[in-house]
């Protein structure tokens, strides 16, 4: 979290940059583009960073080239440390593209699900980048589809469509990338096909995953330990979501009441992680812990919102992220695999929201189908 920031000393054949970054590589391309020297004569000294999430990977780098240029047009004679503002970096930077979803199903007599159609509208993150050679094929941007053109749910007929707009705002991956759409609009509605055919949404995803052992195995943990289907006080009910991200299974279990004002108070989230053999333990119990913070904050309330092309957000107060009395009780469960270690830096995010939403589906029976859920206030019309 906190605000970019760089070092740059230009030598006489030489320059040194000191910064967090999770592309280095990058970072000295560009500041050797800028000073005009070899990458080799860039030597880039990567420190900690507080918090990335993306942010401190962008394709061209940010920060470190604008200090260089500072340091260039004072020809090496000091040494240059530029810190970018909240304000700078909320109003100048980059964001995670907007996505619409439409989704349709098609259900046999009984209430099957025997055909699923998915339509993503948005703008990609790596067309126009040095990375659009390896992820963008015939036109779609694999990060824009990654969760919903590998559903892992035995529907024979499945079809997902990705209209890429063009869009003249900067945007860049967020931590769990396309998962971040993807996991919400397929699990939301999936349980509002759950509903609508009159099945638990747990025994429905237990059908539809089949062979998926690992899928079944975290969403039967995250549903047990909660304790699914056992009464709760008058004013709460449970959500379920579970979705693969990164070679990692997560479900997650919410539960959830609403404030007096109408918005969603998560009270408690159970979860269930599948990454392989757990190398530190504790490690993927923080990850876990972190992403739900992360995912319910900006799930909740934070917004980034443009007129006439300017950001009207600037700081905390405006873009309002997760409070510490806000963040629930969160138990996490590791299921025991021998499979090779996969990642726990993303995979806890996906299932979050809709875990929420899915909860608050049960409570009073209306969908979330926009976010922030600080737009759809008690009495709200229902979101279209």
């Not at 990654?146 to 869009?167: D, K, M, Q, R, S």
């Not at 919400?184 to 995803?205: C, K, Q």
């Not at 579970?242 to 299974?249: A, L, P, T, Y």
């Not at 107060?317 to 726990?344: K, N, Q, W």
């Amino acid at each position: 979290m906190e605000p970019l920031d760089c070092v740059v000393r230009i030598g006489a054949d030489e320059c040194e940059v000191w910064l967090g970054s999770q592309t280095p590589t990058i970072d000295q391309q560009a500041v050797a583009a800028v000073v005009g020297l070899p990458p080799a004569k860039v030597r880039i000294h990567t420190l900690l960073a507080g918090g990335s999430f993306g942010r401190h990977s962008t394709p061209y780098g940010a920060v470190a080239p604008e200090a260089a240029s500072v340091a260039k047009a004072l020809r090496g004679a000091r040494t240059i440390k530029l810190i970018w503002t909240r304000e700078d970096d909320i109003r100048g930077g980059f964001y995670r593209p907007l996505y619409v979803h439409r989704l349709r199903p098609g259900l046999d007599a009984g209430g099957a699900i025997v055909a699923w159609e998915h339509r993503i509208v948005g703008q990609s993150i790596v067309t126009g980048t040095p990375l659009a050679a390896l992820r963008v094929r015939e036109g779609v941007d694999a990060t824009s589809v990654e969760g919903a053109a590998n559903l892992p749910y035995a529907i024979p007929n499945i079809a997902v469509e990705l209209h890429t707009t063009t869009v003249g705002i900067p945007v860049l991956w967020w931590r769990s990338v396309g998962s971040t759409h993807t996991a919400y609009s397929t699990e939301a509605f999936l349980d509002e096909l759950a509903r609508a055919t009159g099945r638990d949404p747990v025994d429905a995803r237990r059908e539809l995953l089949g062979g998926r052992a690992r899928h079944r195995a975290v969403l039967d943990v995250a549903a047990q330990k909660a304790g699914w289907g056992q009464p709760l006080p008058p004013g709460r009910a449970r959500g379920v979501a579970v979705h693969e991200s990164f070679g990692s299974v997560v479900a997650q279990v919410a539960e959830v009441s609403r404030d007096s004002d109408g918005l969603p108070r998560v009270e408690r989230v159970v979860c269930a992680v599948d990454c392989g053999i757990a190398v530190n333990p504790d490690v993927v119990r923080a990850q876990m812990e972190g992403s739900i913070g992360f995912g319910l904050g900006t799930a909740l309330s934070s917004e980034i919102t443009l007129v006439d092309g300017h950001v009207q957000q600037s700081n905390f107060h405006d873009f309002r992220i997760l409070r510490i009395d806000e963040m629930p009780r969160v138990e996490v469960h590791i299921v025991p695999s021998a499979a090779p270690p996969t990642g726990v830096g993303e995979p806890g995010v996906p299932p979050i929201a809709p875990a929420v939403a899915n909860a608050l589906l049960a409570l009073d029976g209306r969908s979330s189908r926009r976010l922030p859920f600080s737009r759809i206030a008690a009495g709200s019309a229902r979101p279209s």
